[in-house]
């Protein structure tokens, strides 16, 4: 009981379909808190999909079906009491594309704040400063906060939209391949950032990249055609796999 | 293939980069491009110099500022600057209304398509025919008579569906990305069109806005029918739109068929040159404003 206790995000028989086509057939994890889950797989496997039905950002597509139920601290999120709103404070996204939208920067970090209600000039200073801080990158963008955030290079603006992301103060922060669209340098400076948001934060990261999930992940869920072939703790996933698909796809064997 | 392939490199082997040629086929092509630009931006030149030379001479403050009943210019040019004022003041939360329905909360599907293609349709009508509608509805079912207000109902149907389209466009281009950042962060729909979606289109809704304003300027056929042919300066501020009043295109009109006045060419020439003026500063404006909103 006590070690259910620690699984911040517990997702149970969910299923989940596009119109017609079943894109996540039957998926039971349990993310504990405080840890980084990976979540891995080629591409089409459900894995970006289940990531996004943890913040109901499915809700968005049109046809998109889901069944079975998703608890977070407990509580069902597909329960019709749920307050989206209150859901997406809770676990905030950050996306493959860096996506800051086109204000300063500083009005892109207090953009979250706001929706939520705080209209106090020095409470946003505050949390700008917080969380750009806590994003690593309060050095450099601290002299050019009324500046478009439009200026900055790839790796800064994700940096940013992590910042932005942190500024609602969530619980669980979920990457969907964050990444993916930087080069090494800037892709090392977000691995780094990650492990420090860990001590902090829930942190579930869909990526492509098994190096990268074994760098950073505690935990690794190995998804194929919708379904999770495999999870376990990172090392033992990739030391000494179960299942021979999984180990197909980590040996470099498809996918 | 690969024979085939082996002996054609060993051919090119033999021959120097030095040897471009110039075909004749691209020679005439190229000449036929330019002789086209050069035409159109010929015609446009000479279509400007021949009015402003023929107006602009008699264009005078006097001019401008006449209020005489008979050929003063200063009521037509209120009557103008009223129907654009009212045309738009409607025709402009209603377009932009209509494209956010249409592009972001209606599901696409054929209903979507019948409004797009209504839209599409009623863009290509000629504007005598809304010009006959709004004299049925407006001027003789509703009472309006002709009056200002008449051409300005009138005027709102026929700008609709060029601001509903142009801003529709304008909408489809913001990337999703930015909708999809601001819903994660706990915004709700209505935020995020108006917060996010709505002030990234700007430029393109200020194209369509600009448009419409030199629409309405340049507008003859639709105003025939409603608007009537008053001259006279308006009494009262608001009880103006009641009355009849010809604006600055259908004053052209009048007066080059109008015998009886002396110099009516010539008026007819200034006006055309104020008409263009006009819009070259809108459409000045229009890229002015467009360029600060882009960031």
């Keep these: 009981m006590e070690k259910e206790k620690n699984n911040k995000v517990v997702i149970e028989n969910l299923n989940l379909f596009y119109g017609e086509h079943h894109a996540l057939k039957n998926i039971n994890l349990k993310i504990p808190e405080g840890k980084i889950t990976a979540f891995i797989g080629p591409s089409g496997c459900g894995k970006s999909t289940c990531l996004k039905s943890i913040n109901r950002m499915n809700d968005l597509v049109d046809n998109c079906r889901i069944e079975g139920k998703i608890f977070i601290s407990g509580e069902d999120i597909y329960d019709p009491r749920t307050d989206v709103t209150l859901l997406r404070k809770c676990a905030g996204m950050v996306f493959q594309t860096p996506n800051p939208f086109p204000m300063s920067i500083f009005d892109n970090v207090a953009y979250g704040p706001r929706i939520h209600g705080i209209k106090d000039k020095k409470k946003l200073e505050e949390i700008v400063e917080r969380s750009l801080r806590g994003a690593a990158i309060w050095d450099d963008l601290k002299d050019k906060l009324k500046k478009s955030a439009f200026g900055l290079s790839g790796g800064q603006q994700q940096r940013l939209c992590i910042a932005r992301a942190l500024a609602i103060e969530p619980d669980i922060i979920l990457m969907d391949e964050p990444t993916s669209a930087l080069d090494p340098i800037s892709t090392l400076k977000i691995e780094d950032l990650m492990m420090e948001l860990r001590k902090k934060y829930t942190v579930i990261v869909v990526t492509h990249n098994m190096q990268q999930a074994t760098r950073i992940a505690d935990k690794t869920a190995f998804f194929l055609m919708g379904e999770v072939i495999e999870y376990s703790d990172t090392d033992r996933m990739f030391r000494n796999p179960v299942d021979k698909r999984t180990e197909d796809y980590i040996t470099g064997r498809f996918g | ?295």
């Design chain 2, 1 to 295: 293939m690969q024979q085939i392939d082996k002996t054609e490199s060993d051919v090119r082997k033999n021959i120097s980069l030095y040897s471009k040629r110039v075909r004749k086929s691209d020679v005439v092509l190229k000449m036929l491009i330019y002789f086209s630009a050069l035409l159109t931006v010929g015609f446009f030149i000479l279509l400007i110099a021949y009015i402003i030379v023929n107006g602009a001479g008699y264009i005078s403050l006097d001019f401008l500022l006449s209020s005489a009943e008979s050929d003063g210019l200063l009521p037509i040019i209120i009557n103008t600057l009223y129907v654009e004022f009212f045309t738009l003041i409607f025709a402009i939360p209603i377009g932009i209304g209509a494209a956010i329905y249409l592009t972001q909360y209606v599901k696409q599907g054929k209903f979507v398509k019948l409004i797009r293609f209504s839209t599409e349709t009623l863009a290509g009508i000629p504007s005598i025919l809304f010009g006959l509608f709004g004299y049925a509805i407006f001027c003789v079912l509703f009472g309006l008579g002709s009056s200002i207000i008449a051409g300005c109902l009138t005027m709102i149907i026929c700008v609709l569906p060029g601001i509903i389209r142009t801003t529709e466009e304008a909408l489809l281009t913001v990337p999703n990305s930015y909708k999809n950042g601001a819903l994660a962060l706990g915004a709700g729909k209505f935020r995020t069109i108006f917060e996010i979606v709505l002030p990234c289109a700007v430029p393109g809704i200020l194209t369509s806005v600009i448009l419409a304003v030199g629409r309405i300027m340049g507008e003859s056929a639709a105003f025939l029918l409603t608007i009537g042919t008053g001259t006279k300066m308006p009494k009262e501020v608001f009880s103006h739109i009641f009355s009849s009043g010809r604006t600055l295109t259908l004053h052209l009109y009048y007066m080059s068929g109008n015998g009886s006045v002396p110099d009516a060419m010539k008026i007819c020439f200034a006006i055309a040159t104020i008409l263009l003026i006009l819009i070259f500063v809108l459409n000045v404006l229009a890229k002015l404003l467009a360029k600060k909103f882009i960031h």
